[in-house]
């Protein structure tokens, strides 16, 4: 007869003793769970095989013996882990040898009971399967209803073979967690044997984290109160709050915050994956934060930048007084309506002087605006490229006005436009029914509108290229602050701990199957 022998990976370097796991008859397997090592006494194990017992209703037993013979010299040692037998009595008895020097094993399985047919032999065959005990635990993928080794065969033998050993280690976690923290009487190899003392550093970090939440929970739940004071409701708090990306940005992180330190527990696995995923991408943030504070504090780079800055803005604007000389000339050879476009033009171009003496009148507190900026990134990195995208719209102000004057002008003509076009064609817009009907004009009427139609259309043209060039400038503002704001979205909402399990530990995130559920 062919055994079938469950053995933990994480015993495989353990020293020598005891077997310790659960039989099934039904199956011909034997489940390890454990390694009892010396020195122990035989009541101290039996003693902690019955407590494990009555707590997790696996029938536990000592299966057999275990020897590594690559760090015990003795040879004596075998005949001395044979003789254990006599005291711990159970059929078969498993003998599971690691040979030294080699990578072979040596497995047999004894039947103490004399055949009463002498061709019969006592020994049986055993296959010998490693399974990783701590992915079996933490995969789940065991049945979710406790079957008692009590009940009928039937029962164990529908679950199927590998159903038992997902069930028998689920339902032994008493055994790893007997001795987390402490060993005791008895000294066990499993898988946690190798961490015993991370463990202890989680479980101080477990009761540490409670009064810590706690308190930032508090401190949260104050500065909630303090933003949803009264006094920032005041005009125009509110309409300067939803245009700054910064207080947005601020925003979204006291929500996150409060989320992760509250001090309710999560009711659901999606709902702690979606906590774990907010602190590893608060985490993330502050950590990048601190790096580019570091950066800029270094070699005096803010003073770089902020000597740096005044040249650019003074090239910026060099560069749009020679695109508005060259639209108030003729620009690709068009014919522009010269008065209009005189007008536009040094209408823009007293704007521009404008924002450089604005630039100029800034540039001693430049320094000291941009090192608060650079300060603020301890916050995180999402907050300072909220900055910057703020910094940014400040230094562009010129253009979003250009862009919303040439906006208005031109949606002035073409509402213009449209409106005598109707008159042209002896129609008018019903505003109470909002539709077009019919209508008589007299003469006055048509001519005067007759004129004015001529007129915007002969002026299209001249708006229609400086709202085009203004929009293209405001296209371009607006496509590099959605990169930062892309940027900020993706540390806000990339799943950074799903990622970490699934390319790490992906049986952490493996689901039951259909049959079990």
Avoid at 62 to 69: D, E, P
Avoid at 157 to 186: H, I, K, M, N, W
Wanted: net charge neutral; charged share 15%; with cysteine.
């Amino acid at each position: 007869m062919v055994l079938k022998a469950f053995f933990p990976t994480c015993c495989a370097s353990a020293d020598s003793g005891l077997l310790v796991g659960r039989w099934v008859p039904e199956q011909s397997s034997a489940v390890v769970l454990a390694v009892v090592h010396f020195p122990f006494i035989p009541i101290q194990v039996k003693e902690l095989l019955a407590q494990v017992q009555q707590a997790s209703s696996v029938g536990m037993a000592v299966l057999g013996t275990w020897c590594h013979r690559q760090q015990e010299p003795e040879e004596s040692l075998g005949h001395f882990l044979e003789g254990l037998g006599t005291i711990f009595s159970h059929e078969p008895w498993l003998q599971l040898c690691r040979e030294r020097g080699s990578k072979f094993w040596s497995c047999k399985a004894i039947h103490r009971q004399v055949s009463a047919a002498p061709d019969v032999p006592n020994e049986d065959q055993v296959m010998l399967i490693f399974y990783d005990q701590r992915k079996v635990l933490l995969s789940q993928l065991h049945p979710p209803t406790v079957v008692s080794d009590h009940q009928d065969g039937d029962t164990i033998a529908s679950t199927g073979g590998l159903a038992v050993v997902f069930d028998t280690v689920a339902r032994s976690e008493v055994l790893f967690s007997s001795d987390q923290y402490d060993e005791g009487p008895v000294r066990l190899s499993h898988w946690q044997s190798e961490g015993v003392e991370a463990s202890v550093l989680v479980e101080l970090a477990k009761r540490a984290s409670g009064p810590v939440c706690l308190l930032l929970a508090c401190l949260l739940s104050l500065i909630s109160a303090a933003s949803g004071c009264r006094l920032w409701k005041l005009w125009p708090l509110p309409f300067i709050r939803s245009k700054l990306s910064t207080c947005e940005q601020l925003r979204h992180r006291l929500d996150h915050l409060t989320l992760v330190f509250s001090t309710q527990k999560a009711q659901s696995p999606a709902q702690l994956m979606r906590k774990a995923n907010m602190l590893v991408s608060v985490l993330l943030d502050v950590a990048l934060g601190l790096m580019l504070l570091s950066w800029l504090h270094s070699s005096n780079r803010i003073g770089q930048l902020a000597d740096a800055l005044v040249p650019v803005a003074d090239h910026v604007a060099e560069e749009l007084q020679h695109l508005l000389q060259w639209l108030m000339g003729a620009p690709a050879g068009l014919k522009m309506n010269r008065a209009l476009d005189q007008v536009l033009g040094r209408f823009f171009l007293y704007h521009i002087h404008l924002w450089i003496s604005y630039i100029h009148l800034m540039s001693p507190f430049i320094e000291r605006i941009l090192w608060h900026v650079g300060l603020s990134a301890c916050l995180g990195l999402t907050v300072a490229l909220s900055i910057l995208s703020d910094i940014i719209a400040l230094l562009t102000f010129h253009i979003y006005c250009f862009y919303v004057y040439g906006a208005r002008l031109y949606c002035l003509k073409i509402y213009g436009l449209s409106s005598l076009w109707r008159l042209f064609r002896g129609k008018k817009w019903n505003v109470l029914r909002q539709r077009v009907d019919s209508c008589s004009y007299n003469l006055d009427q048509l001519f005067i509108g007759t004129l004015l139609f001529t007129i915007l259309v002969f002026l299209l043209p001249t708006t229609a290229l400086y709202y085009l060039v203004f929009t293209l400038l405001r296209l371009l503002v607006v496509t590099v602050q959605g990169l930062i704001h892309l940027l900020v979205d993706l540390v806000n909402t990339l799943p950074l701990y799903s990622l970490g399990l699934r390319l790490c530990r992906p049986y952490r995130l493996a689901d039951k199957p259909s049959a079990l559920q």
